[in-house]
């Protein structure tokens, strides 16, 4: 049965750092496609980054993302991490990770991604 767990979100001053976990059972990651995706204050959900079954990372074309935010997978640990620094205010939302398990690719549409975590909230204040 697939499961997906997030972790280490928190609250952070702005400017800080944090490091999102993702805890991965029930299947094979280091063929997976897999997102983080996030969503903030007012937003639909969008995706921060992905990445795709040969292990190439896409990262969201938002320029408020760009260069801040950082993708890793483990295969040995079944985990996948975000790492997010500069962290701003607008940040603040639920991040959850997400398993997409046919397309292949690493589509932005949440739509398209079978499998989701609970979710990890980050709070960033100003």
């Known amino acids: 049965q697939v499961r997906l767990v997030e972790s280490g979100g928190g609250s952070v001053q702005g400017g800080g750092s944090l490091t999102l976990s993702c805890a991965a059972f029930?299947?094979?990651?280091?063929?997976?496609?897999m997102g983080w995706f996030r969503r903030t204050a007012g937003e639909q959900r969008e995706m921060v980054a992905c990445i795709r079954d040969d292990s190439t990372i896409k990262y969201a074309y938002a320029e408020s993302m760009r260069g801040r935010f950082t993708m890793s997978k483990d295969n040995a640990k079944k985990t996948l991490s975000l790492q997010m620094h500069s962290l701003k205010p607008e940040d603040s939302g639920m991040y959850y990770c997400?398993?997409?398990?046919?397309?292949?690719?690493?589509?932005?549409?949440?739509?398209?991604?079978?499998?989701w975590g609970q979710g990890t909230q980050v709070t960033v204040s100003s």
């Open positions: 997400a398993y997409d398990h046919s397309t292949g690719t690493c589509s932005s549409s949440p739509s398209m991604y079978n499998d």
């Open positions: 029930g299947f094979d990651i280091s063929k997976a496609v």
